[in-house]
């Protein structure tokens, strides 16, 4: 078939590389000439594991091409929208701004029987209006709302074999005729056997921020479990894998550290909870506010104990804080809780070197005060502690050894508990973990 995918920024870049890949001819638009650029050039400007490699096979294939010309989306039968929904400044709320003027751009170049396909983050009942918009342009082109459930680090295999599809469509009817055109662009992972959801749009709008907001509390209830761990001596790893074994609720996402960050889950959860109260339905979010309360509260509690740390003064004292990225296998500096945690430590005193295998030149940018260094070894030179706040593999694979013949005194703070505590203690180091003994 041929796509168009509005928006090249991590979301449009990583569908229209793997739409491709799945067979299909597709453009991908942006007006962000600079991007267009990069990618045209099998350049990704952003780091994602095996992207540029993607780009580079697909566009030698000839069915992927990038544009900053809005008409050469006509003639595609399926059009992606993929653009950011950031947060509001000052607000709590989605800046629909870009998904708004992507779609009204996009209207002049439908023809009867397209299909609008959103995959944005947005408030609920989105959708809805933006159906109507597109009606009165096109009155037989029809506005579908597909989720994305990709994880950064991970997003092409996410794609190409996701673990879900979610139709929102008119009605939430199978019958719905952008569903037989749905199932043609992902007839690949189909066959496979990913299940599919047909809902109606509003389910589907809430499908991604409900997702988004469960994951969120869970994490900042393993977090609020690591405070009371620490007060009470007990062992949160230990903990979070005994409540884990319960099928009813799982390991993954029970580990305690310095919270989330990145560009989803914070703005979100924010934005879900602005969209409730203006639906009169705030109450039912209230929780919302504690689970965003205890995340932002991690980065204040890393800070404190990184002072208990040094002796109680952060003054002058050289700090080494491995990774800036909110995750690793990204460069994503979006709300990252170790760059924020950097920022706090350099405000009270302290001297902070931060490193990052990719993320480096976006946290210098965002806090162009912190001093930067690519290699690990480097960055602890003379440190009076280290903070491992990203848990890159070449982070948790440091010797202890090695490391301590570096630094001025041999401490660190497991910020993401995965470090092996008997080893760096065996090494000489004072280790210190998040709710952990």
Known sequence: ?????????????????????????????????????????????????????LLEEVQATGRLSFTNDMAHAAGSSVHFICVGTPQKSGENGADMRFVDAATHALLEHLAPGDIVVGKSTVPVGTAARLASDIHRRQPEAHLVWNPEFLREGHAVADTLSPDRFVYGVDGGSEDHPAVAVLDEVYSVPLSAGTPRLITDHATAELVKTAANSFLATKISFINAMAELCEASGADVSRLAD????????????????????????????????????????????????????????????????????????????????????????????????????????????????????????????????????????????????????????????????????????????????????????????????????
């Open 1 to 53: 078939m041929r796509i168009s995918v509005i928006g090249c920024g991590y979301l449009g870049a990583v569908h229209a590389a793997c739409m491709a890949k799945l067979g299909h001819d597709v453009v991908g638009i942006d007006v962000d000439s600079e991007k267009i650029d990069a990618l045209a050039a099998s350049k990704s400007p952003f780091y994602e594991p095996g992207l540029d490699q």
């Open 242 to 437: 005994a409540i884990g074994l319960d099928d009813r609720i799982g390991r993954k996402f029970l580990n305690a550290g310095i919270g989330f960050g990145g560009g989803c889950l914070p703005k979100d959860i924010r934005a879900f909870m602005a969209r409730a109260g203006e639906l009169g339905a705030d109450q039912a979010l209230t929780f919302l506010r504690e689970v965003d309360a205890i995340n932002m509260r991690r980065r204040s509690r890393v800070v404190e104990v990184t002072r208990d740390l040094c002796d109680d003064s952060l003054l002058g004292k050289r700090i080494t804080v491995l990774g800036a990225a909110f995750k690793p296998e990204s460069d994503d500096v979006r709300d990252s809780p170790a760059l924020s945690i950097a920022a706090q430590l350099q405000l009270q005193g302290a001297v902070v070197t931060v490193t990052d295998p990719k993320a480096l030149p976006n946290a210098a940018k965002r806090f162009p005060e912190l001093h930067y260094e690519a290699d690990p070894l480097k960055a602890a030179t003379k440190a009076d502690a280290i903070l491992l706040l990203t848990e890159w593999p070449v982070f948790r694979d440091l010797d202890p050894y090695e490391l301590a013949a570096n630094v001025t005194v041999p401490r660190i703070l497991d910020g993401r508990n995965v470090l092996d505590a008997a080893k760096w203690r065996a090494a000489g180091w004072t280790y210190r973990g998040l709710g952990r003994p």
